[in-house]
Structures are given as C-alpha cells and as structure tokens.
C-alpha cells in the first residue's frame, strides 16, 4: 500500500471521526496500515474470527480490510480503478479495476458476506460523492442493532 493510498485511508478515517463528533456516534474503525491492525481469519463457510498475528488459523483464509469496525461488523474498502498506466493487462492480472468485475476483489468481497461492506472509489475522493456515502452508510449501520455473527 503506497503512502497516498495511506493519505486516502486516513482522509476517510477523519471523516468518520468527524460524523462520530458531529451525530454523537461511537464508531471504532481500525485503519490498516499493513501492520495486519484489521486482519481477519475467514473460512468457506463465513466463520470469522479477528485476527492475531501474522499467520491465518489452520484452514482459513486472511483477509486485512482497509478500514474495519468489528464491533458492528462494518468494513469499508478503499478501491483503485486501472488507469492508462495500469491499463487492463494489469486488471487481468488482478491488480487495478476496470468497469468489468475483478475476480481477486469479487472472492474477497464473497468472504465479507457477513459484513456490512462500503467500497469507496479513488476517483470519487475528488468529489464529495464519497462524503454523502459515508454519511448514509454509517446511518443506517447506527440505526440498525447489532448482529452477533
């Protein structure tokens, strides 16, 4: 993860924070600083377990979420789409996105199915599109009541 993918995880951290201040909320995001902070053990059935370490649990995958709140099972996942200089032979490599699905992030996204799951767009962070998601997704996450896994 590069340094401005870090500026971008830490831009939308802050906005959480500032929603938690702003509507009373007490949201605890962990944001991933490839240190495995929000790592998560995940197994084909969807058992999830949070993570300690570096090494997954015997027969389970690890996934580490851009940013997670484990609490109420919310993950948000910041997304690169392929540029000309990614191009899509790199999204057929499955790195990068294009407008077709990306089978890397589609399995990942399969083993967060009993998450609550936002992805946020590069291209979205110039505007404030991303803002006004965020803001509803954390709305209806407050206003539903937790759901042990």
């Not at 109420?72 to 392929?82: D, G, M, T, Y």
């Amino acid at each position: 993860m590069g340094e401005k993918d870090l500026e971008s995880l830490h831009k939308i951290y802050r906005e959480i924070q500032s929603l938690n201040k702003k509507y009373f909320w007490y949201f605890t995001f962990k944001v991933d600083d490839g240190s495995y902070e929000t790592r998560i053990d995940v197994n084909d059935n969807g058992d999830t377990f949070l993570g300690n370490g570096r090494l997954p649990l015997i027969g389970y995958s690890m996934f580490c979420p851009d940013l997670m709140e484990w609490n109420r099972k919310l993950i948000i996942e910041f997304e690169e789409e392929a540029g000309k200089s990614t191009g899509y032979f790199h999204a057929k490599a499955h790195k990068g996105h294009t407008e077709y699905t990306n089978t890397r992030d589609t399995r990942r996204d399969n083993h967060y199915r009993k998450f609550t799951l936002l992805k946020i767009w590069k291209k979205d962070l110039k505007s404030d599109i991303w803002k006004r998601k965020l803001q509803s997704f954390l709305w209806l996450a407050w206003s539903y009541p937790v759901t042990p896994l």
